[in-house]
């Protein structure tokens, strides 16, 4: 059984400090990769972020003023955000991470909800993690439309490399009604230092933003 060489687990540490934090790797809501995704060169050197919110939340606060989410189809979020993905689902894009999640902070529940899953599978690190928001305010996403999913989707996915370890992110964006769903997946080979191809990571957070949408009516 091969051991994990101390340049990787001095890398891979910071992700489990965020695990426990409850800090979402992106900003929910948002689609802009250039802005929100963390380049690999960030001192985690992980496929991870610093939290993107004022508060230390995992969920971005409402930037209209707060107060009652703007009316339409969707009342509240999925209060549990991590049953949203099914386990078999988790256990394909995330090898090795327990299918139970990370529920992601949030200011407001009646409003925004998540979750995460993260996991070193051997070499092979991959996150996902979805959010829901029903304010009808969350910025609309960028990238590549996606047919047949919610009323507007995009997908848009980013490379980045620091000292030869490469990183692939995909974020999927899905507005339905004033729902917004954002299902980010990435990863990287720390042994061979590359990243999943673009197909496979934008094939993974699409799949994931499917069975979160579904979970809306449920």
């Not at 529920?103 to 051997?122: F, P, T, Y």
């Not at 928001?133 to 848009?156: E, F, I, N, Q």
């Not at 339905?176 to 769903?181: E, F, L, R, V, Y």
């Not at 080979?189 to 957070?205: I, Y």
Request: charged share 20%.
């Amino acid at each position: 059984m091969r051991s994990l060489p101390l340049t990787l687990v001095a890398r891979i540490l910071p992700v489990a400090v965020l695990a426990v934090a409850g800090v979402a790797m992106t900003t929910p809501g948002s689609g802009d990769s250039d802005d929100t995704r963390p380049q690999a060169a960030d001192a985690s050197s992980t496929p991870s972020a610093a939290d993107p919110t004022e508060d230390g939340s995992g969920i971005a606060p409402d930037g209209g003023g707060g107060g009652a989410s703007t009316a339409g189809r969707f009342s509240k979020p999925p209060a549990q955000a991590c049953t949203a993905l099914p386990a078999a689902q988790v256990k394909k894009l995330v090898p090795g991470a327990k299918t139970s999640g990370n529920e992601l902070k949030s200011s407001d529940l009646n409003r925004r909800s998540g979750c995460s899953w993260h996991a070193l599978d051997g070499f092979d690190y991959r996150w996902l993690d979805i959010s829901f928001d029903v304010t009808g305010r969350a910025p609309a996403g960028s990238g590549d439309p996606v047919s047949g999913l919610g009323d507007k989707a995009t997908v848009s996915d980013k490379l980045t490399s620091d000292d030869d370890q490469q990183v692939r992110e995909a974020v999927v964006t899905v507005r339905k009604d004033n729902a917004t769903i954002v299902a980010t997946y990435n990863g990287g080979d720390f042994e061979s230092h590359k990243a999943p191809s673009s197909k496979v990571v934008r094939d993974g957070a699409i799949s994931a933003a499917k069975n979160a949408l579904s979970a809306l009516d449920e």
